[in-house]
């Protein structure tokens, strides 16, 4: 049996600031673990459907993104099966991925896709500045671990640490 096709995407606005969170994750996963081969990392900065390519190349697709739910700045989510269209609908996404739908329509062109979201609610969506709030900056090497941890943990994928 073949090995899952895992696509890691980082998704966001990089010019607004924690928006930006998903991309920075995808990076900070980048330099410092050694992915396996049947493991892609991609930057979908803000493409949304346009994504629709890479998600029919993969079984699983992993997002990175921020997500503005009701916790406290920093909290980490997990969101998978009917949460992902509770929380990046249009009202809730920070750059109106819509996700969901654009699983829906890989499943509709004969290609169904596993997704799981790793977001962070942000500390600052407001401002329109290159670069994490110094508090999201702090954040990333939590998330990250958390999300190493989690795939590990699920028997998903071994990753080893630069």
Known sequence: MDK???LILGVGNELLADEGF????LEYLQTKYIWPDNV???DGGTLGVMLMTELMAC???VVLDVVDGKEAPGTVYLLEGEDLRQSLSFKNSMHQLDLPDTLVTCRMAGHAVEA???GIQPFDMQSTYYGLTQQAQNR???FCHKVVETLRQRGIVEVSSC
């Open 116 to 118: 799981i979201v790793f």
């Open 40 to 42: 892609h990392l991609m």
């Open 59 to 61: 079984d699983l697709v």
């Open 22 to 25: 998903g991309v920075r994750a």
């Open 4 to 6: 899952k096709r895992i």
């Open 140 to 142: 990333l090497p939590y």
